[in-house]
């Protein structure tokens, strides 16, 4: 699960820079949100070998898978939340001289905070699902992965081995989203409304 928590992180922070980057340019936004979107269409089984084949067998690719699978709901997410301040906020801000970056840090970013936590809640399973699904061409040796192709393989002679290896794989992942919904709680705690 290492790979998927650096994944996570990788995922996370790529597409908190996108957000930021087309928050703060409409052309760059315009030119590159539908490759965003695109890459999206790819079904991840078929582009998970291909990923592979290019940076070679072992973790590597198992972390790209995951960074691939996260990025996207974490950009849009983050997108939507730094577009969320009140526009007479921003008016006021930028009646007072304020510079982009003391809008982002002191204004959209922290209004942005909780459409993060959501993006966040749903990119912590999609990583856990991009490492087990880049565990069999990315020829990881051991992994939940690799045991449910095995597993799958020997379903006749023995059903239970891939079933309690999905139970276990569905707990990993209601585990990821329960830490990032605990963060959300800590860190929203103090806000108004973080009771509702």
Request: aromatic share 10%.
């Amino acid at each position: 699960m290492r790979q998927a928590v650096i994944g996570f992180f990788l995922g996370a922070f790529i597409g908190i820079a996108i957000a930021s980057i087309f928050v703060h340019s409409r052309r760059s936004e315009r030119a590159f949100m539908p490759y965003v979107v695109a890459s999206q269409t790819i079904p991840i089984v078929a582009l998970a070998p291909v990923i592979a084949l290019a940076v070679g067998l072992g973790p590597a690719a198992v972390i790209i898978v995951a960074t691939y699978l996260t990025f996207f709901p974490v950009t849009i997410s983050q997108l939507r939340g730094l577009r969320s301040p009140d526009p007479r906020a921003m008016e006021l801000m930028r009646s007072y001289g304020a510079s982009n970056w003391d809008v982002y840090r002191k204004l959209r970013f922290p209004a942005s905070v909780p459409f993060l936590f959501t993006a966040l809640k749903v990119a912590a399973t999609w990583a856990i699902i991009g490492a087990i699904i880049g565990e069999g061409p990315g020829g990881v040796g051991e992994g939940l992965g690799k045991a449910i192709i095995s597993f799958s393989q020997q379903y006749i002679t023995g059903p239970e081995k891939l079933w309690a290896t999905i139970l276990i794989a569905s707990l990993v992942g209601i585990v990821a989203y329960l830490a990032v919904r605990a963060a959300e709680v800590i860190v929203l705690r103090n806000r108004p409304g973080a009771d509702s």
